[in-house]
């Protein structure tokens, strides 16, 4: 029985999600070296937080291993072909859930309207605002002399 395995990655071309299926190990170990940097900051999935980085890492290394293992001669069983979908699945979702590209859309009220105004940020733009934002306060705090104890 021979089973694709893929790579989670973008075509930036048609920014759309691109799904590489191989079953050659070299080229899905390029494909995992590519994700790697992307994770990297100002990468596409450098909001991955570390715990999912980790079984991100995890989840490749099985895949690479069951795609070694075919590629030298070895049936899958069933448990290992559902291992690959899980793998392929849970990094899949880290990527979706991450994914700088992504938009975000929120509908506001601003202050002083009825109307409802919806805005829409890559989900990397919202990241860098609250960044943005969190560090400001974090300065103002900083700068502004304690409190008198009466």
Known sequence: MSISFAAFGKDDASKAPAVKATTDPVEFKAQSETL?????????YEFVKPDEHERINADLQKIQGLLERQAAGSTLSREDIAAQLTAQN???????KRDGDRLVCERTTPIGSHLPQTTCVTFSEKQHQNQLSSDFMRDQQKRSPPPKVH
């Not at 849970?90 to 979706?96: K, L, R």
């Open 36 to 44: 790697q940097k992307q994770m990297e900051a100002g990468g596409r």
């Open 90 to 96: 849970e990094i899949n979702a880290i990527f979706a």
